[in-house]
């Protein structure tokens, strides 16, 4: 564009150049101080909880009420420095041109020079405050368009204008009519749960002992009434027709199975120095054996034998 000023002092400026990339923009700067929270009000004691029913049908949906109105809009924090520009985005459509504003008195038209060539652009220096803007003078006949002078480089960019204020919220639409809720059925009362026991200390595992003969061997004789075991009868199978005394004969683990070859209830006294328990239960003293029954008995301490089997009492 060739201007009033570059007529009259005899000096050319050529089309204005390509426009260089935006500059890339600050960071963001921090948000805010938050406004402290408003004390919270007492909250009432809660009522008894009614009985839960069944869950009725779901009813349709109630009208929404009418919107509250709007928070005071809080102030807005400071700008912090403008971050990095991100990459260019699409050009949006041109705006409205505003009206055209009055024009000035137009001046005398200078005699138009002859346009030089178009020297290369120097750095653009700092941009000076910009003088009152005087009236403008009447459009030259256009000269031919200069060699485009190389860019200079770009200025900083202005600190950002204040936020303009928000608008008003629309109308929130009518929600529709809820439907009535079903009735509610009555629970059942629930029971009271008992308290756990305590679990018990869990034992130390005994050692395994070796295993015995295949077979148990059998006494060399069959004992009649009045008979007594003896310590050669440990690991034996003792056939009795009679009653038979249990000795203290036995160290611990050692035992005998007592066979009753007989028609008739057979006792098994418990000797001097014995005690003579029926296993599982809290019996001692003597035990009987019914007919053709089988009794184990089994030294468990120093003393004390355990008595069990079939057809034993």
């Known amino acids: 564009m060739v201007t009033l000023s570059g007529i009259l002092s005899g000096t050319f400026i050529g089309a204005q150049g390509v426009q260089g990339a935006q500059g890339v923009q600050g960071f963001q700067g921090p948000q805010g101080v ?32 009418s919107p509250g109105p709007q928070g005071v809009q809080g102030v807005q924090g400071s700008s912090g420095p403008q971050g990095s520009a991100g990459a ?45 803007q005087g009236a403008q003078g009447v459009q030259g006949t256009a000269g031919a368009q200069g060699t485009a002078g190389a860019q200079g480089t770009a ?8 936020q303009g204020a928000q608008g008003v919220q629309g109308t929130a639409g009518a929600q529709g009519t809820a439907g009535a809720q079903g009735s509610i059925g009555a629970q059942g009362v629930q029971g009271v749960q008992g308290s756990a026991g305590s679990q018990g200390v869990q034992g130390v595992q005994g050692t395994q002992g070796s295993f015995g003969p295949p077979t148990i061997p059998a006494s060399t004789d069959t004992l009649g009434s009045g008979d007594t075991i003896i310590g050669t009868d440990n690991g034996k ?65 120093t003393g004390e034998y355990a008595i069990s089997g079939a057809g034993v009492t």
């Open 88 to 132: 260019q985005g699409v050009q949006g459509f041109q705006g409205v041109q505003g009206s055209a504003g009055a024009q000035g008195t137009a001046g005398p038209q200078g005699a138009q020079g002859v346009q030089g060539t178009a020297g290369v652009q120097g750095t653009a220096g700092a941009q000076g405050s910009a003088g009152p």
């Open 237 to 301: 199978l003792v056939v009795i027709t009679g009653g038979l005394t249990i000795a203290n004969v036995f160290n611990v683990g050692e035992n005998v199975v007592i066979y009753n070859d007989s028609a008739n209830q057979q006792t098994l006294t418990q000797g001097s120095g014995v005690t003579l328990r029926l296993s599982g239960t809290s019996l001692a003293g003597d035990r009987y054996i019914q007919q053709r029954g089988v009794a184990t008995v089994l030294c468990v301490k």
């Open 34 to 65: 938050q406004g402290s929270s408003g004390p919270q009000g007492v909250q009432g004691s809660s009522g008894a909880q009614g009985v839960q029913g069944f869950q009725g049908p779901q009813g349709f949906q109630g009208a929404q009420g």
């Open 155 to 162: 200025g900083a960019q202005g600190s950002a204008g204040p």
